[in-house]
């Protein structure tokens, strides 16, 4: 439906991959989201605790 889609479009804007596989009707699916490792570069500065 359209949150498959809404979630791979999501996904995709962050670098990753979604996939769905199933094995036919009355089997279930398997869904799995693959995304790229942070970079160190784009994590913010660590704060200090007062």
Known sequence: G???TISKALV???GGSLTA???GPGH???F???LPPPQLADLPPAREAH
């Open 28 to 30: 279930g699916a398997v």
């Open 21 to 23: 596989t199933s094995p």
């Open 2 to 4: 359209i949150g498959l």
């Open 32 to 34: 799995t989201i693959q």
């Open 12 to 14: 995709e804007a962050h």
